[in-house]
């Protein structure tokens, strides 16, 4: 039998869109799960949309979800001679024709049939004559010469038997007028060439597919498996498109999503091992297969996403977080100084408390990353005269202190509530708002003991005029 082999194929005519990421994640895990290959293939034969800054886009958003290529990115525009060389083929041997109609009257095929509301089929007009009749000004393209009668059935894994009409395919274009392939015969070709066992991809392909069977066959070639899986919607149910926000890598890196949270929630979009939600790295790989794939459309769901990321910050060790957030900062905020690590750092345990992102640990972070307070002016407010005497109070009850604990500052608190009839938060908050910048952020007790002693003072003495 042999060895399993699958493929990512997307065109670098735009960023990688997440429906392509979840294709490649299964197409990746099935192949590992079964000791194979996964490649990768440029499919870059549009020369005018297809650009190296999208390559690298395709090729950095695998890397960053985790989705390791076998060996260097196959690029099909070096193999077009190949792809030629197989139209040749089937012309020679039948299974193609040259057709010589202009542009002028596909359009007017199409025309017509859109006037009569049904789908453009080409109307075969050269499948049979002769080249004799062949006009000289015209230069022809190449068509397949599809089945006619009887119907062809798709052995699908994910959507079971499949069974087309084989009159309803049209006699497709292989070769443009300029001797350029097209995309189902370069697919195919390449397919071959590499080996590729399984083809897991959209069931927006199915149609393609039953088009490169006939191609296979034509060249007695082995068929590979298909496995046509559903596509991604966004929440309306609507097909997600690269226009919609949120829909490539980089809209979630960028707001602090984990690499591993992401690939988590993809791989359970459309795909279920027994009620497991959470999958590391080698257990994605040991559970995946296709017979966990459904068979209806997902929907993409943002707050899912959030709640999976906020698993993954709460679970990670915390000298990686650490590494997620100094990585998400050093690409989307401020580098992180260097003498503030430590203490940001030994302040992850309650900074990541109620974050569902990098960006939200980021935020909590804030009063210790910067030394000058950046204050909302309407938390501002806030600080009337009483707050000002609380504020002064601490002040000067906290500089008797060696150092700043839980144990020491409880009584100090308890004392200012008491002393000035209020409660809990007629302390806490103006003393965070000076301290911060806001009434929002971590508990008062944190924040203090993270910025020290010193520093707190020197906030709090900043800020009492």
């Keep these: 039998m042999k060895k399993v082999a699958t493929r990512f194929a997307p065109s670098p005519t735009g960023p990688l869109h997440?429906?392509?990421?979840?294709?490649?994640?299964?197409?990746?895990?099935?192949?590992?799960?079964?000791?194979?290959?996964?490649?990768?293939?440029?499919?870059?034969?549009?020369?005018?949309?297809?650009?190296?800054?999208?390559?690298?886009?395709?090729?950095?958003?695998?890397k960053w979800i985790g989705v390791e290529k076998d060996g260097e990115e196959y690029i099909q525009s070096r193999k077009i001679n190949d792809h030629i060389k197989i139209a040749n083929e089937l012309l020679k041997n039948g299974y193609a024709y040259r057709c010589y109609c202009s542009?002028?009257?596909?359009?007017?095929?199409?025309?017509?049939?859109?006037?009569?509301?049904?789908?453009?089929?080409?109307?075969?007009?050269?499948?049979?004559?002769?080249?004799?009749?062949?006009?000289?000004?015209?230069?022809?393209?190449?068509?397949?010469?599809?089945?006619i009668d009887g119907t062809t059935v798709l052995k699908d894994l994910v959507q079971g038997n499949v069974e087309?009409?084989?009159?309803?395919?049209?006699?497709?274009?292989?070769?443009?007028?300029?001797?350029?392939?097209?995309?189902n015969l370069s697919a195919s070709v390449d397919d071959h060439q590499m080996n590729i066992t399984h083809i897991i991809r959209g069931d927006d392909h199915k149609i393609n597919t039953f088009k490169q069977m006939q191609i296979y066959l034509a060249m007695k070639w082995d068929l590979p498996y298909f496995a046509h899986i559903p596509l991604i919607h966004t929440s309306?149910?609507?097909?997600?498109?690269?226009?919609?926000?949120?829909?490539?890598?980089?809209?979630?890196?960028?707001?602090?999503?984990?690499?591993?949270?992401?690939?988590?929630?993809?791989?359970?979009?459309?795909?279920?091992?027994?009620?497991?939600?959470?999958?590391?790295?080698e257990e994605s790989i040991k559970y995946f297969n296709l017979e966990g794939i459904g068979k209806s459309p997902s929907k993409l769901d943002m707050n899912r996403i959030l709640s999976m990321n906020e698993h993954y910050i709460k679970n990670?060790?915390?000298?990686?977080?650490?590494?997620?957030?100094?990585?998400?900062?050093?690409?989307?905020?401020?580098?992180?100084?260097?003498?503030?690590?430590?203490?940001?750092?030994?302040?992850?345990?309650?900074?990541?408390?109620?974050?569902?992102?990098?960006?939200?640990?980021?935020?909590?972070?804030?009063?210790?990353?910067?030394?000058l307070v950046s204050f909302n002016q309407d938390d501002l407010k806030l600080i009337d005269n009483n707050s000002k005497k609380i504020i002064s109070e601490f002040s000067k009850s906290i500089s008797k202190l060696d150092r700043l604990e839980r144990s020491n500052l409880e009584p100090i608190i308890e004392n200012l509530i008491k002393s000035n009839n209020t409660n809990f938060k007629g302390v806490g908050q103006p003393l965070r708002i000076i301290l911060t910048g806001s009434k929002f952020g971590p508990g008062i007790y944190d924040i203090i003991i993270s910025l020290g002693k010193e520093e707190v003072q020197k906030r709090l003495n900043a800020k009492i005029s």
Excluded: H
């Design 18 to 62: 997440i429906g392509g990421v979840r294709t490649a994640l299964f197409n990746w895990l099935y192949s590992k799960n079964k000791g194979g290959s996964f490649f990768l293939r440029i499919e870059d034969t549009d020369k005018e949309r297809s650009k190296d800054e999208y390559k690298e886009q395709i090729i950095k958003s695998l």
């Design 103 to 147: 542009s002028e009257e596909i359009e007017e095929q199409k025309k017509r049939a859109k006037q009569k509301k049904i789908p453009y089929i080409y109307d075969r007009k050269w499948r049979d004559k002769s080249e004799a009749e062949a006009p000289a000004d015209v230069k022809p393209t190449i068509r397949f010469k599809s089945k």
């Design 164 to 183: 087309i009409e084989n009159n309803t395919i049209e006699d497709f274009i292989i070769l443009r007028n300029d001797g350029t392939p097209t995309y």
């Design 236 to 281: 309306e149910g609507k097909k997600l498109s690269k226009r919609d926000k949120a829909s490539t890598l980089d809209d979630y890196s960028s707001i602090g999503i984990i690499p591993e949270a992401l690939r988590n929630y993809l791989l359970r979009l459309g795909w279920s091992y027994k009620d497991k939600e959470i999958f590391n790295k």
């Design 316 to 371: 990670m060790e915390e000298n990686d977080l650490y590494d997620q957030v100094s990585n998400f900062c050093k690409k989307y905020k401020d580098i992180i100084p260097n003498e503030k690590s430590e203490k940001i750092k030994k302040s992850l345990s309650f900074l990541k408390n109620k974050a569902k992102t990098l960006e939200d640990i980021y935020n909590n972070s804030k009063y210790i990353i910067n030394d």
